[in-house]
T-cell receptor, first 114, second 116 residues
């Protein structure tokens, strides 16, 4: 069974640009969550999508947005990039996101903002 | 206040020895789940073990076990017979039922280094 895949794996952008990251969950998983990992702030929850609806949102500015498609694939978008957006962005999927459901993570997209 | 605290930024352990990684948590939600993940230098988070707040017994998964002390709000990870491949960052995380759906809160992590 294929794991969670994320594309691209590495990305370099400049301040002010926007970026779109993609995540394909494990087959059969309907919940997709996004996390940002930085050396200073650690791992922080961005948002979660379930059945194409945002179910939960972390404390991030509106520049960070996402969506989920009918096949459960998800994208996150960051507009007007800032230097502080440089981070490893991790996507995780699970069946339903409730009870004992476990999230499985992808390899991440490492974003560098210059 | 920190919801998940991992007090050991870095630890060394001799190969084949057991090691305990500490995790304390803070929640008023009676229903919650605790997770441990391993993150090698490649960056991918690997799920290790899960403990539910209502589970009576400590969780075990192969060489990993979770020492769950609910009254003390601690969920320490025990790795038996350490291997060189266990060298990685380890994160403790919590999901509270009142946060509908999937929202994990992570601790700061512990870097484990296994010496040959």
């Amino acid at each position: 069974k294929a794991g969670v895949t994320q594309t691209p794996r590495y990305l370099i952008k400049t301040r002010g640009q926007q970026v779109t990251l993609s995540c394909s969950p494990i087959s059969g998983h309907r919940s997709v969550s996004w996390y940002q990992q930085t050396p200073g702030q650690g791992l922080q929850f961005l948002f979660e999508y379930f059945s194409e609806t945002q179910r939960n949102k972390g404390n991030f500015p509106g520049r960070f947005s996402g969506r989920q498609f009918s096949n459960s694939r998800s994208e996150m978008n960051v507009s007007t990039l800032e230097l502080g957006d440089s981070a490893l962005y991790l996507c995780a999927s699970s069946r339903s996101g409730t009870g004992t459901d476990t999230q499985y993570f992808g390899p991440g997209t490492r974003l560098t903002v210059l | 206040a920190q919801k998940i605290t991992q007090t050991q930024p870095g630890m060394f352990v001799q190969e084949k020895e057991a090691v305990t990684l500490d995790c304390t948590y803070d929640t008023s939600d009676p229903s919650y789940g605790l997770f441990w993940y391993k993150q090698p230098s490649s960056g991918e988070m690997i799920f290790l073990i899960y403990q539910g707040s209502y589970d009576q017994q400590n969780a075990t998964e192969g060489r990993y076990s979770l020492n769950f002390q609910k009254a003390r709000k601690s969920a320490n990870l025990v790795i038996s017979a350490s291997q060189l491949g266990d060298s990685a960052m380890y994160f403790c995380a919590m999901r509270e039922r009142r946060n509908a759906g999937n929202m994990l809160t992570f601790g700061g992590g512990t870097r484990l280094m296994v010496k040959p």
